[in-house]
Structures are given as structure tokens and as C-alpha cells.
């Protein structure tokens, strides 16, 4: 027999691991406070379940924020919000657990949408693409290889060991420098970064949101081949897309 555990927020007792009365409840107030009856009509529609359920298989039914499994209850998360016109497509959404996804909407609820996004996803993605199709002007884009560009003048994907290690040292004192003082339009921190761990340290440092970019590992290859400013560097990206996605997949 399971055991039966009391909640310590509504005091009512479930041998749950999270408590199924709070968990119901908050989900009928962010249906009251978040949705309207057009949202509400296309979240039970056959369109939503698919994509809901192609978004989980993507993910592999991880939690995109925590890295843990969100089981079969996952929430599919819209990375801009509907209401902030974000789109009802795949590219938008991400699994989220309950506990991450409960988070997510309380900080919108009560700071607006993130002011902050770290775009993650391996070399070839399409993760400036994703930016560009979102930033308006006087938002702020970090991007090592663009620093790097800005400070020898070198075409963008020219190996410059040395520019590279002073582009680390400026990137990684404009993040302290965000944390300090916050920005005052949206923030993209697009990163290459293999390790979900320091992705996420980030995501706190700047209170942001993560983007992960999904394009499979043939895509990236076929994308770096066609592209002759890559050629340079052509062997140490194919090492990065390979580490990125030794470290990613679950």
C-alpha cells in the first residue's frame, strides 16, 4: 500500500509525488487567468494533441528547463507566448515538468515575458536565424563570434585562437554586467554550449529564458558543407557539432 503523504500548502493527504489537488488547482487558475475561450477551444483540438505530442517526442519527455523527465503529463510550453504573438508551432514549443512550467507562468504572470534568452542549439542550427526573425531594434545580441568579428575585423568564422580567448573575457563580463544592472530591451545570449548544466547557471544569472534550437545532427553537417565561410574551420565545427550532440541526446 502507498504511503500517504500531507501537503504541506492545501493540508489534504495523496501518495503522489506532487501533490494532485494543488497541481489541479493551479492548473483551473491559469486556465481562468491566461486563457480565453478561443485559447481554450484550440488547446482540446486534434491539431494541439498532435503537436503537443510531436513536441514530447522531440524532447524525448525531458524538462527543457530542469533536464529531468516530465512523463507522459508534460507540459508543451510556448517559448513566446501566444498572447505575445508567439506561433502555434513546433519551433515554438518546448517540455516543460510541472513544477518548471508552473514557474514559467508565474514569472510572466507577474513580470511580463523574458527579458532575457539564451539561445542554445550546436554550430549550423540556425540559432542567429531564430534571433533575427525576433529582435527589434535596441535589443542586445551576445554572440562570441561576432565579438570576435568586431574586435579583428576578420570575416565572421576566421580560427583566431587569441581574438577568440578576449571575446570569452568580454562576453563573459557583459553577462556580470547584466546581472548587475539589467538591460532595458530584450537580451539573446546565442551559445554553442554542449554542457546543460552551464546553460542553465546562465538562464539564472540573467533570469532567462532557454531557447534550445532543434535541427539534427545531418542538418548541421549538410549546412556547414554548403557553407564556404566555414570552410576555415570546417573540421574543429564538425568536433563541436559532434560534442554537442554527445552531451544532448537522452
Known amino acids: 500500500m502507498a504511503r500517504l503523504i500531507q501537503c504541506g500548502r492545501c493540508g489534504r493527504t495523496h501518495s503522489a509525488r506532487r501533490c494532485p489537488h494543488c497541481t489541479k488547482a493551479r492548473h483551473q487558475q491559469y486556465d481562468r487567468t491566461r486563457r480565453n475561450r478561443q485559447a481554450k477551444s484550440f488547446y482540446n483540438s486534434a491539431a494541439w494533441k498532435s503537436l503537443r505530442a510531436a513536441c514530447g517526442d522531440r524532447d524525448r519527455y525531458v524538462c527543457q528547463a530542469c533536464g529531468k ?26 517540455t516543460l515538468c510541472d513544477r518548471c512550467h508552473s514557474s514559467k507562468s508565474m514569472r510572466e504572470t507577474q513580470h511580463g515575458p523574458a527579458r532575457a534568452y539564451v539561445v542554445a542549439g550546436p554550430p549550423c ?35 583566431n585562437q587569441a581574438a577568440l580567448r578576449v571575446a ?31 546553460r542553465r547557471y546562465w538562464c539564472g544569472e540573467l533570469t532567462a529564458q532557454q531557447v534550445l534550437i532543434h535541427s539534427d545532427q545531418a542538418t548541421c553537417l549538410a549546412r556547414l558543407e554548403a557553407s564556404p565561410e566555414r570552410a576555415t574551420d570546417r573540421e574543429g565545427i564538425e568536433g563541436r557539432i559532434a560534442q554537442w550532440f554527445a552531451e544532448n541526446s537522452t
Open 69 to 94: 523527465p516530465a512523463g507522459k503529463s508534460f507540459h508543451a510550453d510556448h517559448v513566446v507566448p501566444r498572447e505575445q504573438g508567439g506561433a502555434d508551432d513546433l519551433d515554438n514549443l518546448q
Open 125 to 159: 542550427s540556425g540559432k542567429s536565424t531564430w534571433v533575427s526573425e525576433r529582435r527589434q531594434p535596441g535589443d542586445l545580441v551576445l554572440d562570441l563570434d561576432r565579438i570576435k568579428q568586431a574586435i579583428t575585423g576578420d570575416p565572421l568564422h576566421v580560427t
Open 168 to 198: 570569452i573575457a568580454m562576453w563573459t563580463t557583459a553577462i556580470k554586467e547584466l546581472k548587475r544592472k539589467p538591460f532595458a530591451g530584450v537580451v539573446y545570449v546565442e551559445t554553442t554550449e554542449p554542457d546543460p548544466a552551464r
